[in-house]
T-cell receptor, first 110, second 115 residues
Framework: GQNIDQPTEMTATEGAIVQINCTYQTSGFNGLFWYQQHAGEAPTFLSYNVLDGLEEKGRFSSFLSRSKGYSYLLLKELQMKDSASYLCAVRDTGGFKTIFGAGTRLFVKA | NAGVTQTPKFRILKIGQSMTLQCTQDMNHNYMYWYRQDPGMGLKLIYYSVGAGITDKGEVPNGYNVSRSTTEDFPLRLELAAPSQTSVYFC??????????????FGPGTRLTVL
């Protein structure tokens, strides 16, 4: 079956580093995406991994291990505006469908 | 570019009514998608399209229909609305070709309540 697991909620302090984990079991794999979604708004793209390793983009980094079915999103120098839900999504090989996890709600406190 | 636009932003329907959610993109993307998002949940794919004239079912297609007569437009039709269809609906588009994938761009969403 298709399954993506992420923690439901996390809390971190402004200026700190937080790691949001994602594990997946899908019938095929053609890339993993991370999206950010502020409350009441649409998701926006953060990162894409298709090969194993770390992709860095400013304060955000994303890691992928295909053999372990595992990814994480690393957010550095947290800001209050980073309070949002973070969605892990896996692109399936068949039918070009993207499966989304339920998302992790991150609360950044002062 | 306006990106992906959706209308209406909000709608309340009575059980058994029908409506069409409109979605338009001006980025010349070949792929378009309809998702629904229930409170505290992730996005569930309803239907998607790989190009004009081609559509296919996603995870939760029952109770919905789509068409794609042009590259730009991908309307979602709800027939005989039911309370279980109360949700936020997002339309998205992407440029995708074999072996190369790109991120999806999402519209602002339509909040639908069925009473």
């Amino acid at each position: 079956g298709q399954n993506i697991d992420q923690p439901t909620e996390m809390t971190a302090t402004e200026g700190a580093i937080v790691q949001i984990n994602c594990t997946y079991q899908t019938s095929g794999f053609n890339g993993l995406f991370w999206y950010q979604q502020h409350a009441g708004e649409a998701p926006t793209f953060l990162s894409y991994n298709v090969l194993d390793g770390l992709e860095e983009k400013g304060r955000f980094s994303s890691f992928l291990s295909r053999s372990k079915g595992y990814s994480y999103l690393l957010l550095k120098e947290l800001q209050m505006k980073d309070s949002a839900s973070y969605l892990c999504a896996v692109r399936d090989t068949g039918g070009f469908k993207t499966i989304f996890g339920a998302g992790t709600r991150l609360f950044v406190k002062a | 570019n306006a990106g992906v636009t959706q209308t209406p932003k909000f709608r309340i329907l009575k059980i058994g009514q029908s409506m069409t959610l409109q979605c338009t993109q001006d980025m010349n993307h070949n792929y378009m998608y309809w998702y629904r998002q229930d409170p505290g949940m992730g996005l569930k794919l309803i239907y998607y399209s790989v190009g004009a004239g081609i559509t296919d079912k996603g995870e939760v297609p029952n109770g919905y229909n789509v068409s794609r007569s042009t590259t730009e437009d991908f309307p979602l039709r709800l027939e005989l609305a039911a309370p279980s269809q109360t949700s936020v609906y997002f339309c998205a588009s992407s440029f995708t070709r074999t072996g190369v994938d790109h991120e999806q761009f999402f519209g602002p969403g339509t909040r639908l309540t069925v009473l």
